[in-house]
């Protein structure tokens, strides 16, 4: 195993960091933490740790100064704990120039194959000069409770499928620099980009692939976090209710979701469940990253709670994968892009019920405290529409002067006019182009 250990170290120090679709993701800068690449599986997580030591290449680090270490080989099974430190041995037999004298960035991936990896991961922190990265494809490390088992000595970093933004570099285009002020022909090649991107999603493997090749591998995705994220972690006996539980909610994007009805449903067709179980369910699904639970905008948790919560799924590509009605599904895909782009961008977001019954899609609130109030429609091209559009930020305009109130749509085609209809505050622009502004 040892010899294993040192071949693959110096395969390390030669191999070419490749020229991969740059994520948008952020390292935190906090001295004496290991960075933790979390997030779905499949989302290109291995990938961004290259980028990573690219960056750090192209910085000025020594080629040999980067590590990319990974457990994933069948010659290192049976590694123990006590193992671990051959890594390091061997490392700095090769490099004895750097113990001590300068950084050195190591990533280790699929690191949780071998037990008891979190304390060789804390020993090293407090006992080497190095910058750690972990990440992984089992549950535990997909999950947020990573952190946890680090104890405290780690920062996080989720790795979400493809933003429109990485999309566009993915397939060779142009991402623009101010994307409200484009030439005609560059709009309408993003417009088409765009819509591409909301059928297909953003998960790496499925970009280029026919449309019945990626619906099954999107399938097998979820495949996958059902068995081995859900059930073999947890220890899940009624496989038949979680994968109920499962269509139903993909089937159903954007949509409000109650576990009280939902069990009475499964009663009836003879599936029994209890409501604690799959309140359970929904809590295992969310920590997988495959679904986002959206609570209702209210001070009360009482009130977060009783509510039902809206689901989303963490790509609009999985839409299409498991709707039922073989119909376009434009709208909610629009509406998941939204949700996963302020996901990304680390806001705390509820939907909103208004006094008079009126309901806004997303109230996005950021880590400074700024709220945004987000209305997502497809179509603007009816007065009718409009009109029903606008109503709710009617009423929110007069109560809150401090936030910044959106209308997203599909295309610039409605735009101007619906600018001009819009009450006195509210901003309307399509969804790609808020897309791809920076963070405000």
Same mark, same amino acid.
């Given at each position: 195993m040892r010899n294993v250990i040192r071949q693959k170290l110096a395969d390390s120090f030669v191999a070419e960091l490749p020229r991969l679709t740059r994520r948008d993701a952020r390292v935190p800068s906090i001295a004496g933490k290991a960075h933790a690449v979390i997030g779905m599986r499949r989302a290109g997580k291995s990938c961004f740790l290259k980028q990573c030591l690219k960056d750090r290449a192209e910085a000025g680090v020594p080629r040999d100064a980067l590590v990319y270490f990974s457990f994933e080989?069948?010659?290192?099974?049976?590694?123990?704990?006590?193992?671990?430190?051959?890594?390091l041995e061997e490392y700095y037999l090769a490099r004895p120039r750097f113990r001590d004298r300068r950084d050195v960035i190591f990533c280790f991936d699929e690191i949780q194959n071998v037990p008891g990896?979190?304390?060789?991961?804390?020993?090293? /922190?407090? #006992?080497?000069?190095?910058?750690?990265?972990v990440?992984?494809? $089992?549950?535990?490390?997909? *999950?947020?409770?990573? +952190?946890?088992?680090?104890?405290?000595?780690?920062?996080?970093?989720?790795?979400f499928p493809f933003a429109f933004g990485e999309y566009l570099r993915r397939h060779g285009l142009e991402v623009p620099e101010n994307p409200a002020f484009v030439?005609?022909?560059?709009?309408?090649?993003?417009?088409?980009?765009?819509?591409?991107?909301l059928e297909a999603g953003g998960f790496p493997e499925a970009q280029g692939l026919e449309p019945r090749d990626r619906l099954t591998l999107l399938q097998s995705y979820v495949d996958t976090v059902i068995f081995r994220d859900v059930v073999e972690r947890h220890h899940v006996t009624n496989v038949e209710a979680l994968r109920r539980l499962v269509r139903?909610? /993909?089937? #159903?994007?954007?949509?409000?979701?109650?576990?009280?009805?939902? $069990?009475?449903?499964?009663? *009836?067709?003879?599936? +029994?469940?209890g409501k604690n179980a799959l309140h359970e369910m929904l809590s295992w699904l969310e920590d997988s990253f495959l679904i986002h639970l959206v609570p209702i905008?209210?001070?009360s948790e009482r009130k977060r709670h009783v509510?039902?919560?809206?689901?989303?799924?963490?790509?609009?590509?999985?839409?299409?994968?498991?709707?039922r009605s073989g119909q376009p599904n434009t709208g909610h895909a629009l509406e998941t892009a939204v949700m996963v782009e302020l996901e990304r961008r680390s806001c705390r977001v509820a939907y909103v019920r208004t006094k008079a019954g009126h309901e806004v899609d997303f109230v996005a609130t950021t880590p400074e405290g700024k709220r945004t109030y987000i209305q997502v429609c497809s179509d603007l091209s009816t007065a009718e529409v409009r009109q029903r559009e606008f109503r709710?930020?009617?009423?929110?305009?007069?109560?809150?002067?401090?936030?910044?109130?959106?209308?997203?749509?599909?295309?610039?085609?409605?735009?101007?006019i619906c600018q001009k209809e819009a009450p006195a505050g509210l901003t309307v622009k399509p969804a790609w182009e808020w897309l791809l502004e920076p963070a405000k």
């Open positions: 080989d069948e010659r290192l099974a049976g590694m123990q704990t006590e193992h671990l430190n051959w890594v990896w979190e304390a060789f991961i804390r020993r090293i /922190l407090d #006992s080497e000069k190095m910058e750690i990265f990440s992984g494809s $089992s549950a535990r490390m997909l *999950s947020r409770e990573i +952190a946890t088992a680090l104890r405290g000595r780690a920062t996080e970093t989720i790795i030439p005609k022909a560059q709009r309408s090649q993003l417009e088409n980009a765009f819509g591409a991107y139903q909610l /993909l089937a #159903s994007p954007a949509g409000t979701f109650s576990v009280h009805k939902f $069990s009475n449903d499964l009663r *009836s067709q003879g599936v +029994a469940v905008d209210a001070a509510n039902p919560r809206k689901i989303y799924p963490v790509d609009s590509g999985l839409i299409p994968a498991f709707d709710p930020f009617s009423e929110l305009l007069s109560l809150r002067n401090k936030a910044r109130f959106l209308l997203l749509t599909l295309t610039t085609t409605d735009v101007s």
